[in-house]
């Protein structure tokens, strides 16, 4: 494997869509050896910068081709699925996995919100729950992080940008104690899923922390309405 190639084409296709803090929970957990520095001139976004170096450093890291190989898939799938078709591209050996088709059965039935769709469907047809409900939460996160044009990121800005007095996104005028409240549901809902499911999922091995199906199904519908939520609220 090239690994400057990939570390420099990895990070040019997500300097735009995620965040430091992001690139850093992705790669703590599984990358048991410190992040190195590896200064390239080229390379002008910090966050391309990181990734760039976390790769380099796996480079140097002590263990199989194979190893190596398997988590940099890992690394890659935790940021965006979607490098997964990079890394093919660029040589690393992504084995397609069966999608069983019962599994997408039931997903098909709760008839989630599109982007729930679009980014868990599959993963959940192949079983990976935990990473399923871990891409819900990040989506959710980075949608509101763009809507409110904030800076902020997990717990923080969920409790700012649904906040029923000073936050930038209302789903009602909160013109009554109803719509306050439910406004403040929105918000505590939102804060408890970045506490409960992205946080853990950020920092922890799949294998310490299973999710099964039941609660998969159910965390992705909590989403699923959140986002709808999402979909209704104006920029106030």
Not at 173 to 185: K, P, R, V, Y
Not at 209 to 231: C, G, K
Request: hydrophobic fraction near 40%; include cysteine.
């Amino acid at each position: 494997m090239n690994f400057e190639l990939i570390a420099t084409q990895m990070g040019n296709y997500v300097k735009y869509t995620t965040s430091i803090n992001e690139i850093n929970r992705a790669a703590k957990p599984i990358f048991k050896f410190p992040r190195q520095e590896f200064p390239n001139e080229s390379i002008t976004s910090v966050r391309a910068q990181l990734i760039y170096d976390w790769i380099l450093s796996l480079e140097d890291y002590d263990c199989s081709p194979e190893e190596k190989e398997k988590l940099l898939i890992t690394f890659a799938t935790l940021l965006d699925r979607d490098l997964l078709e990079l890394l093919r591209d660029l040589g690393v050996n992504i084995v397609d996995e069966e999608i069983h088709e019962e599994e997408l059965k039931r997903f098909d039935a709760c008839q989630f919100h599109p982007e729930i769709i679009t980014h868990c469907r599959e993963l959940y047809g192949q079983g990976h729950y935990f990473h399923a409900i871990f891409e819900a939460a990040k989506v959710y996160n980075s949608l509101v992080k763009s809507k409110a044009i904030s800076t902020d990121d997990g717990q923080s800005l969920m409790m700012k940008a649904w906040d029923p007095k000073n936050g930038l996104l209302k789903i009602t005028l909160s013109s009554s104690e109803t719509d306050t409240n439910f406004q403040d549901g929105v918000k505590f809902l939102s804060a408890g899923l970045m506490a409960a499911v992205r946080n853990p999922t950020a920092h922890e091995p799949a294998l310490n922390w299973p999710i099964d199906e039941q609660d998969a199904s159910d965390i992705l519908s909590l989403v699923s309405f959140l986002l709808r939520q999402y979909d209704k609220a104006t920029v106030q």
